[in-house]
């Protein structure tokens, strides 16, 4: 069977995608490998209509929905390779060698996340450990916060935090900001320090304090960082897709409707935006889908 599309990806950008497809009356097929980025928070805030609601909840009536469609099938399964074929389809093949062919290709597997490599930090991420204040920033308001630094990212998270509560920076020795960035942190009233954190303590998923290289012990209840991202596949490098450069990673290249640089492949959601947020994710898949649509109409 040659699919209209098949979509990569079942989490908000890849759901809200077919969902368009769907309504469209096109054969969709959804492959998803069952491991969502935001997986690891017990929250998504922001959401319009849906503010505190448990992300999994959310992708689970988003599935029963999607899948309630005739049209729409879906393989759990992990797609290891993808090529453009010279009639303009899409071939993907699966983790078991399952081929499968579309007249076009969706992408919206996420990204993935590089922590820093410090003692009690990734087992409280998505918890107490987070990278947006939008997002879980409300429910640690006035209470200590610290930014441990990954990157240019993290000098921008310390100068607007502060209107979540008190703030220190904790350079790491490493990224240290220049005399502008200095001056704007100390009018914002964020505290620097360049001495190295090497452990996150506390109970459970809780922060009591930070643990520095020298012995010292400051007292937080929330750490921000800014992952380094990346794609957890080869599929854009395999069919050939132009990236851009964001300030936490690459990300697909695409127009104001997802197209990316290959005829027929739109990509949607954390992987093709420099900017991370569901909502954001979710109206992406929209329009992506969308647009294939038209494509298919076009084509």
Not at 56 to 75: D, E, H, K, S
Not at 259 to 270: H, M, R, W
């Amino acid at each position: 069977m040659i699919w209209d599309a098949i979509v990569i990806g079942g989490s908000f950008a890849g759901l809200s995608a077919a969902l368009q497809l769907a309504r469209g009356q096109r054969q969709v097929l959804l492959i998803d490998a069952g491991e969502p980025r935001n997986r690891f928070a017990v929250q998504s805030h922001g959401f319009f209509a849906a503010d505190g609601a448990e992300p999994g909840a959310l992708r689970g009536l988003a599935w029963q929905q999607v899948l309630a469609y005739p049209t729409v099938q879906f393989r759990q399964s992990r797609v290891h390779s993808a090529q453009k074929l010279a009639n303009g389809h899409f071939s993907v093949s699966d983790e078991t060698g399952q081929q499968y062919q579309g007249q076009t290709l969706i992408l919206a597997t996420g990204v993935q996340d590089t922590l820093p490599d410090i003692a009690g930090l990734s087992q409280r991420w998505g918890k107490s450990v987070i990278h947006c204040p939008y997002c879980h920033g409300y429910e640690f308001r006035q209470q200590p916060i610290a930014v441990i630094a990954t990157g240019e990212a993290s000098i921008h998270q310390a100068s607007i935090l502060p209107d979540w509560g008190p703030v220190t920076y904790f350079s790491q020795s490493t990224f240290i900001p220049d005399a502008e960035q200095q001056a704007l942190l100390k009018r914002r009233g964020v505290i620097l320090e360049d001495t190295v954190v090497v452990a996150v303590e506390g109970d459970g998923d809780t922060i009591s304090y930070l643990r520095l290289a020298d012995g010292r012990q400051i007292d937080t209840r929330v750490v921000y960082v800014a992952p380094k991202t990346a794609f957890g596949h080869k599929l854009a490098e395999q069919l050939g897709c132009e990236l851009e450069q964001g300030p936490l990673g690459a990300y697909l290249k695409t127009d104001a409707m997802q197209l990316s640089s290959v005829p027929g492949l739109f990509a949607a959601g954390d992987m093709a935006s420099p900017m991370h947020n569901a909502m954001l994710a979710a109206a992406a898949g929209v329009k992506a889908g969308a647009a294939a649509h038209r494509y298919l109409m076009l084509g």
